[in-house]
T-cell receptor, first 113, second 114 residues
């Protein structure tokens, strides 16, 4: 299936731990993104990557470190997890920014206890 | 204050009925407006994309309208089906927004009952 797939779907961890979320797209898109959906359901951009290059870092704490080994993958590593990091994280991709459609993954629900 | 406001926050409709969701925005200068459908536990799926010059766009039983002068958009669902139960999110992009940096509404939760 052509899609944006991210793993894991659920992640429960203790404060202070380090965790990673993986994302892969097989749509041949050049651009990938990470979004955070908070408890109020608002989605906010965290990072944008184009052909493995960081384009946007939307004032995200440096505990969050994205890594793009190739343009089909964009992983998110989070150090020293805090309670406020609890949210649903969505990976997405698009062919290019602008009027193209964005394809989202199914999300990773992160719960920090 | 969020630049994209959606109403109602939630609504319940009977299967087969129509409904209309509203989106008001203050994003300026405006570039485009998208409607997404987000099923529970899933990522948003694009329904329509409209630019400044477009007044209406349809995708099956979904019809979006845009009034760029009043900064309002609506999403009309015709002959609702149980599978229409989802959150519908209005997403607005300003001319200076790029690379996925959109303004998202909080969504309208639609529940279609038999």
């Amino acid at each position: 299936d052509t899609a944006v797939s991210q793993t894991p779907k659920y992640l429960v961890t203790q404060m202070g731990n380090d965790k990673s979320i993986k994302c892969e797209q097989n749509l041949g898109h050049d651009t990938m993104y990470w979004y955070k959906q908070d408890s109020k359901k608002f989605l906010k951009i965290m990072f944008s990557y184009n052909n493995k290059e960081l384009i946007i870092n939307e004032t995200v704490p440096n505990r969050f470190s994205p890594k793009s080994p190739d343009k089909a993958h964009l992983n998110l590593h989070i150090n020293s997890l805090e309670l406020g990091d609890s949210a649903v994280y969505f990976c997405a991709s698009s062919q290019a920014p602008g009027l193209t459609g964005y394809t989202f993954g199914s999300g990773t629900r992160l719960t920090v206890v | 204050k969020n630049q994209v406001e959606q109403s109602p926050q939630s609504l319940i409709i009977l299967e087969g009925k129509n409904c209309t969701l509203q989106c008001n925005y203050t994003v300026s200068p405006f570039s485009n407006l998208r409607w997404y459908k987000q099923d529970t536990g899933r990522g948003p799926v694009s329904l329509t994309i409209m630019t400044f010059s477009e007044n209406t766009k349809s995708n099956g039983r979904y019809t979006a309208t845009l009034d760029a002068d009043t900064k309002q958009s609506s999403l009309h669902i015709t002959a609702s089906q149980l599978s229409d139960s989802a959150s519908y999110i209005c997403v607005v992009s300003g001319s200076t927004d790029s690379w996925g940096k959109f303004q998202f509404g909080a969504g309208t939760q639609v529940v279609v009952t038999p």
